[in-house]
């Protein structure tokens, strides 16, 4: 059995017993397609013969087997806001997705700031069975900003809560800032900054720039996040803990990542699909889709994280998956609420932007959207390589299957895709989670147990 020094997390569900052979697929895209056997959940043979017996056979028609994909970002509305996303419509998004493993932000209603919520989602994830859902615990009670929450009773509870955040808003006090980190690292706990400093971005709605100014909305600076940043890297140099910005988006936050780095800061970053492929451009039609925090900014900022990103100063793919009811969109720009869909494409706008360019394989996905985001949460049995006596926490991607993203079509509860009608050529189609298929004909499967429809 595989084996990592990474905390326990808390009690999973049963793996699925029985055999299930993948046929034809080619781990990493390389090499000759290989037939893949899965016994009581773990991979126990990569070159088992054609016609071996199992309890199920999936075709995988040769295409591309990577590791189960690992969102460190994501919102899935439970509990609070059920009419938008749940756990368990969520995390047939993430299956589809190609997840295997998510973490869900703690801003929902009411906060995930204490442990008996946090054990509420894990425990509903794990009757689910779709996709491992760890809850991320606030920061501060009730996001209030004001004081910090019992991280050592989140991180001890059934749920082993393992990263912290405020996300939707700022840890803007340096003083608290620092006691969590300070907190933390005693823990050995991971704290995520969602890095907007919120004086420079009162009123703001879009990146504070030619468009903005031009469509009379209110602009929201690069310095904002960039300020938030290199502070957050000085006090992780100083009371040494770990710490992750959360969807970086500004080419000033490369530069300061790649500082922090150079000065062997413990400081690791994710980046959205969105940020990567979207721009401000796209505000011109009004569309409250394309509102999101921290805003779609310039095409040099989309540059300079997809080389970020390339080169590891920026560590992985996140996709801040926001769900949001029609209510919340289809309306004035100012009101609508922020947020982008992001689960179901997610792998297809990183390999539109990097496979199919040639500027980066399969390998490479592997490493930005499971391997790294596993170890930045310090999560076992996932991001693994795909070798015998690993979980079989899998996914498998058709690079050439020419689709088109509808919002109408999702597994999510919500719509609001930024992609909406766009083609993308990558598509999951299985999803295999400790075994068990999550995701079958890029349709995911059926719940484990329908605790909470
Ligand atoms: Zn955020």
Redesign the pocket.
Known sequence: MTTTDFPATGTLAPAESGTLLLTNVRPYGEGEPVNVLITDGVITDLAAAAGTEADRTVDGGGNVLLPGLVDM?VHLREPGREDTETILTGSAAAARGGFTAVFT?ANTNPVTDQPVIAESVWFKSQHAGLCDVHPVGSITKGLNGESLTEFGMMAASEARVRMF?D???CVDDPLLMRRALEYAKGLDVLLAQ?A?EPRLTEGAVAHEGENAARLGLRGWPRAAEESIVARDALLARDHGNRIHI??ASTTGTVELLKWAKSQDIPMTAEVTPHHLLLTDEKLGTYDGTFRV??PLREEHDTLALRQALLDGVIDCVAT?HAPHGSEDKCCEFEHARPGMLGLETSLAVIAELFVKTGLADWRWVAKVMSERPAEITRLPGQGRPIAVGEPANLTVVDPGSAWTARGSEMASKAENTPYEGMEFSARVTTTVLRGRLTCVNAVSATPRSSVDA
């Open positions: 970002h932000m955040s996300d939707g808003k969602h907007e959360c969807h925090n921290p801040d």
